[in-house]
């Protein structure tokens, strides 16, 4: 009799949407065949070449295994932030939860399934980051067999532990709270829970990192033989024991951390299983409903609310509205644009020992002669929030298959496009306005500098709201059952993410040639005022066509 977990997982991953390539046309897979193909393994060469350097370094010191243990933590982190919105949504959100429990499965066997299908899409992110390091450093330190071995098993076993400490905050809390008749509000708090978990690891991580005195650090350095390792492991305890199996996997040292890795590994998934067989059924059962207050609308409050006003400025607060009631739209589109300054700069503001940075920091921005760069800078910095914003990238896929109602709209084409294109950029502006404000008051930047950059900034988020809203028109991912397909599966998303770095890359070299502001502001301003003018062009024209086409 075949595996009950593994068929089912089997099932749903053939059943799923996979990369968001279904009904695609043939332009965008043979776009996506480009990515896996040539940006992916340029990006993952890349790291191999920092690894390469830096293994250069920490081999003469004896700490070249650190290396490894950064690869572990990362992966490790970054699956946990990622895991806590996967599991919400792919353990009780997901519409084919309701078609599960009525047939012959125990809990643990849909569990296991489910959480299999997440490792999954998982594998496809930390091997970006652990293979190059794994493989660079296997290839420079002459590693044997066993080495490759234990890194495989490594690998695959590398989001056991943290998808499953997911799984369980996120079984407890569904189980314990009434929460079943607001499913978007969890969506919301588990989305933001797990981003600021992620920000606490990274802050406990740190503190492990930099408690030390200098003395005592200088003196593990001293001892060589990956004395570091250790110190650097980070909140989950296997990492520390991965690392040990790699680097010292010709010893029985190495073999007793493999087998403590692999074990923990696999006790923390049966525990997941026990757990999910006692409480994820009690959790799970009336997900399906929702929550709804009936209130009656007076006279009085319909006169106010039913007053003529501008069309765009009206459809664009509905786009709003849409995008932060929305739980997956409001984590993905919304809320990453008020997180990013914390991103950047919150390691810096935890910690004592990193003043002397921001001090450094704000002499370079204050430096006479340099605010050509900073603005060609803070316009680099401005197309890559633009690119990795997928609003308006997600604009048309959003609508999904109700997209047919909006040729019922009595609003025309142009201004419903522009109300995307306003949403989107919109949000952008936002992540650029936080940006400076703590460029001003963290760093000391001349608030005139700041004005400026605020006054020209946004050509590079119009430029990007309008590839991203192009690029859904002529490819968007209209096929889809649960919000979540239409946004994090979204490859449009990935798309609009190369139209903002590729000139963004651009933009960065010219940073060399901008040593005079008024230089910097004729040709960066002309530059990307020419651009999005000849993208605004196109949209109001062939892509008023196109949308006109797909709602035919």
């Known amino acids: 009799m075949k595996n009950k977990t593994l068929l089912l997982a089997k099932t749903l991953i053939k059943n799923g949407e996979g990369i968001g390539l279904k009904g695609s046309t043939a332009f965008a897979k043979a776009v996506v065949i480009l990515v896996f193909l040539i940006i992916i393994p340029m990006f993952m060469s890349g790291i191999a070449f920092v690894v390469a350097a830096l293994l250069g370094m920490l081999r003469q010191i004896g700490q070249e295994g650190i290396i490894l243990t950064w690869g572990l933590a990362i992966n490790s982190a970054v699956v946990f932030i990622f895991g806590i919105f996967y599991i919400i949504s792919t353990f009780y959100f997901s519409s084919d939860i309701e078609l599960l429990l009525p047939l012959p499965l125990k809990p643990r066997q849909i569990i296991g399934a489910k959480f299999i299908v997440v490792a999954v899409y998982e594998y496809l992110t930390t091997a ?15 590693s044997g067999l066993l080495y490759y071995v234990y890194g495989l098993i490594i690998f695959l076993l590398i989001p056991f532990v943290p998808l499953t400490a997911a799984s369980i905050l996120i079984m407890l809390i569904m189980r314990f709270f009434n929460l079943s008749r ?39 350095i001293q001892k060589g033989n990956n004395s570091l390792i250790g110190l650097a492991a980070g909140i989950f305890p296997t990492t520390r024991w991965g690392a040990e199996a790699l680097v010292f996997h010709a010893q029985l040292s190495g073999f007793i951390s493999f087998l403590l890795y692999t074990g923990f590994s696999i006790l923390f998934y049966y525990a997941l299983l026990w757990l999910g067989e006692l409480i994820y059924l009690r959790g799970v059962i009336g997900l399906s409903e929702a929550g709804s207050r009936r209130n009656r609308t007076k006279q009085v409050q319909l006169e106010k609310t039913a007053v003529k006003g501008s069309v765009i400025r009206t459809y664009t607060l509905v786009e709003l509205k849409l995008l932060f009631r929305t739980p997956i739209y409001f984590i993905n589109c919304v809320m990453i644009n008020f997180l990013y300054p914390v991103f950047f700069l919150f390691p810096l503001l935890v910690q004592n020992e990193e003043v002397s940075i921001i001090q450094e920091l704000s002499k370079a921005l204050n430096k006479p002669g340099t605010e050509g760069m900073i603005l060609a800078g803070s316009f680099a910095l401005a197309l890559f929030l633009g690119g990795t914003n997928a609003t308006t990238a997600t604009a048309i896929s959003r609508e999904g298959q109700e997209l047919f109602v909006k040729k019922y709209l009595p609003v025309s084409y142009r201004q419903q496009l522009t109300a995307k294109l306003l949403s989107g950029f919109i949000l952008g502006l936002v992540a650029i306005i936080m940006m400076v404000l703590f460029a001003v008051i963290v760093f ?37 059952d649960n919000e979540q397909k239409a946004v994090k599966q979204n490859v449009n998303v990935v798309y609009n993410m190369l139209a903002g770095i590729l000139p963004a890359g651009l933009t960065i070299a010219f940073i ?25 062009k196109l949209l109001y024209t062939i892509g008023v066509k196109r949308f006109c086409m797909l709602e035919g």
């Open 128 to 142: 970006v980051v652990f293979v190059p390091m794994w493989l660079t450093y296997g290839i420079k330190m002459g």
């Open 182 to 220: 607001h499913k978007d509000t969890v969506k919301v708090v588990g989305g933001m829970l797990g981003i600021f978990i992620g920000l606490g690891i990274n802050v406990v991580v740190q503190n492990v990192t930099t408690g030390m005195s200098q003395e005592q650090v200088m003196e593990l």
């Open 444 to 480: 000391n930047l001349e608030w005139w500098l700041g004005l400026i950059i605020l006054a020209t900034a946004w050509l590079p988020i119009l430029y990007t709201s309008l590839t991203g809203l192009l690029i859904d028109l002529y490819n968007p991912k209209l096929d889809w």
């Open 512 to 536: 060399g040639f901008a040593f005079n502001l008024v230089w910097a502001i004729i040709v960066l301003v002309g530059f990307y005022g020419l651009l999005s003018f000849i993208l605004a």
